[in-house]
Every structure is written in C-alpha cells, then in structure tokens.
C-alpha cells in the first residue's frame, strides 16, 4: 500500500504561482510512476501531469504546458508540481496519484491507470 499526501494549495491572484507537493510513504519503492490530476466544481477529473519514476519522463496537458512543472525528489518519495502564470480556470482541487503497475506505455496516463491517490488540496484562483 502507498499513502499519499498533498500539501501546498492555497489562493492566489492570476498570474500568480502555487507549488503543490506530494509525499508517499509505505510501499513508496513500488511507484512507477505518479501524476497530477484537477477536479473543477461541476466537471470531471481532468489528468494535469505524469512523472516516471525511472528517468524523470514527464507529460502535460496541453492548457498547463509551459506554466507548470513537474518534478521530483526520489530521495525524499516526494512528487511537485510547480504552477506559474495560473489562470482562473486553473481553479480545482488538486489530487495526486500514483500507480505501481508495470507499463511500457510513457504518455499522460488517465485516471484508471492509477492505483492510489491523495486526498487533495484546493487551489482558487481569482481574476
């Protein structure tokens, strides 16, 4: 089992930067990969980021590519995700999730691809 708990949401003005953190214990050696993932008010659970675990590989959405960054600390089992120039519609709860299936498959994973998940942390942002 993996627990997986995020931290670094908040409230902040457009244009502005949040960094979100994501910290897994228990089988944290397991993880193959992890991602990041939003739910809006009304809408779906949208994938947000993908980082490999082997190599660092990371893949975005297209509405956040080049204002957020994912990365990683192996040694702390903690994933991040650096949100720059945020919008309005950026607005979510924000839930990290992280697999440890095999997969030869590097792309942005969708939600079933996942075998665990955090509890969320609220970012608002407002115009």
């Known amino acids: 089992q993996v627990h997986l708990v995020e931290s670094g949401g908040g409230s902040v003005q457009a244009g502005g930067s949040l960094s979100l953190s994501c910290a897994a214990s228990?089988?944290?050696?397991?993880?193959?990969?992890m991602g990041w993932f939003r739910q809006a008010p009304g809408k779906e659970r949208e994938e947000v980021a993908t980082?490999?675990?082997?190599?660092?590989?990371?893949y975005y959405r297209d509405s956040v590519k080049g204002r957020f960054t994912c990365s990683q600390d192996n040694a702390k089992n903690t994933v991040y995700l650096q949100m720059n120039s945020l919008k309005p519609e950026d607005t979510a709860m924000y839930y990290c999730?992280?697999?440890?299936?095999?997969?030869?498959?590097?792309?942005?994973?969708?939600?079933?691809?996942?075998?665990?998940w955090g509890q969320g942390t609220q970012v608002t942002v407002s115009s």
């Open positions: 999730a992280a697999a440890s299936r095999n997969t030869y498959i590097y792309n942005l994973r969708p939600e079933s691809a996942y075998d665990y």
């Open positions: 228990g089988a944290s050696y397991s993880i193959k990969y």
């Open positions: 980082i490999y675990s082997d190599g660092g590989y990371t």
